[in-house]
């Protein structure tokens, strides 16, 4: 007699199993950088593989970039909420408490890197668990991974919460090999490089031309790839805190 029960097809992968206090994970980076591109794409992802998730918005998206995740979550939901971060920075804090799913990830997007004391950023690092700088790989670059982990080295100087550093190397091209010397300069520096890179894309269904549409759902993609990679990162960074 054929065997009557279900069928179930067995997922490609064991789903990232966020610890119960959920991850805060900040975007941090120069205007262009795909801060935001990235954080949309992961959030979707996050969500169609059943981790809660949300964002708080805190960029204020300069010339040479789209709107803000706030606009885009507006024309197109990741399945995760976006809010916009609190016009005063002294309760982003208290946001973040607040919005973080329990199990879950909640992400933070952020203007052009600036180290000043007055910036959301060095408060930003302060808060996060996990701070991914989006980084193109060009020479002139590599100086941004330098003042950042400087600012964290600073706030660790005065005995705060400081974030694992991890750097996505953005807008990388398949035919360079700009993005494989960056990786090898930054990793034998001490840095931990993604395994999972943003390829620059800019046909009409690429990562560039991605604003303000739905976030198409693939696990074997660049960014559904590296949502699954961050998403462990992140669950190691908080389970060793
Ligand atoms: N992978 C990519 N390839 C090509 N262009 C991209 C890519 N990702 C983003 N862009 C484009 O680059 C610009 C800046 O991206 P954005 O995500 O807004 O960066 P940021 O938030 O760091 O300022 C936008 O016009 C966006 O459409
Ligand atoms: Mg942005």
Redesign the pocket.
Known sequence: MADTKDVTVPRQWEPVIVPPQGIKLG?F??????????LAHMLGHWAADGIPSGAIDA?E??E???GSLYTWSRAASFGAPVRKAPANHEDLDVELGLYLPAGGILGL?TP?WERKPETIHMRALSMVDVAVL?LQPTGMELNRAGSMLSAIQQIEAVGGRTPKLVILL??TKAQANAATQTRDTLTEAGYQVLQNE?????AMD??????AKPIPIDFTSAMGKLSRELATVGAKAVSSR
Not at 29 to 38: A, D, I, M, W
Request: glycine content about 18%; proline content about 6%.
């Open positions: 975007m980076g120069k205007g262009g950088s795909t801060k935001t591109t990235s960029d998206p300069g040479d970039e789209d997007d052009a989006c953005a807008r943003m390829p620059d894309q800019h690429g990562y560039g031309q991605s604003f």
